[in-house]
T-cell receptor, first 112, second 113 residues
Framework: EAQVTQNPRYLITVTGKKLTVTCSQNMNHEYMSWYRQDPGLGLRQIYYSMNVEVTDKGDVPEGYKVSRKEKRNFPLILESPSPNQTSLYFC???????????FGSGTRLTVV | GNSVTQMEGPVTLSEEAFLTINCTYTATGYPSLFWYVQYPGEGLQLLLKATKADDKGSNKGFEATYRKETTSFHLEKGSVQVSDSAVYFCALSVRGSQGNLIFGKGTKLSVKP
């Protein structure tokens, strides 16, 4: 089944404790992207990648890192999480960007 | 810049009512347009899309037509069901914009039996 898989689905952590949210797609898509969803603010892009080893900042990249060492994986790294990073995070992938994205099921992160 | 504006919700309808959710956009290039749906507790699913002017996207009884002259992509369904209750997002992507998907704020639809 073609899908984007994110893990974990739920995570509660403490301020400053490094964490990684994994994302993997099995569709051989070039484009991958991370979004966060917040009430009243909608969905905002954090980082995106157009190919292996090619990543760039989206609209809200502060406090996040990503890597794209292989085509299928695009982990999101929070080096020192803070409470304002409490949010619902989505990973997504696309064949060409304008062809539409397939989204993962989301990761609900709470930073206390 | 690129942006999407969609009608504020929530929208509450009775089963079998007609649905319209308005969406307008601004874009610096030639966008592809999308409607995504988010059911409670789930991720976003692509509902339909249109890639050029006058294209009509359709899926599961939902339709939207890419209107370049009015920069609109309104979502319609002739007869909604309780199972259509969800949040609907209009979005655009412009070729050459690094694949960035720009979303509207979302419209929550509740359908009552």
């Amino acid at each position: 089944e073609a899908q984007v898989t994110q893990n974990p689905r739920y995570l509660i952590t403490v301020t400053g404790k490094k964490l990684t949210v994994t994302c993997s797609q099995n569709m051989n898509h070039e484009y991958m992207s991370w979004y966060r969803q917040d009430p009243g603010l909608g969905l905002r892009q954090i980082y995106y990648s157009m190919n292996v080893e090619v990543t760039d900042k989206g609209d809200v990249p502060e406090g996040y890192k990503v890597s794209r060492k292989e085509k299928r994986n695009f982990p999101l790294i929070l080096e020192s999480p803070s409470p304002n990073q409490t949010s619902l995070y989505f990973c997504a992938s696309s064949l060409s960007g304008v062809s539409g994205y397939t989204f993962g099921s989301g990761t609900r992160l709470t930073v206390v | 810049g690129n942006s999407v504006t969609q009608m504020e919700g929530p929208v509450t309808l009775s089963e079998e009512a007609f649905l319209t959710i308005n969406c307008t956009y601004t874009a610096t290039g030639y966008p592809s347009l999308f409607w995504y749906v988010q059911y409670p507790g789930e991720g976003l699913q692509l509902l339909l899309k249109a890639t050029k002017a006058d294209d009509k996207g359709s899926n599961k009884g939902f339709e939207a037509t890419y209107r370049k002259e009015t920069t609109s992509f309104h979502l319609e369904k002739g007869s909604v069901q309780v199972s259509d209750s969800a949040v609907y997002f209009c979005a655009l992507s412009v070729r050459g914009s690094q694949g960035n998907l720009i979303f509207g704020k979302g419209t929550k639809l509740s359908v009552k039996p």
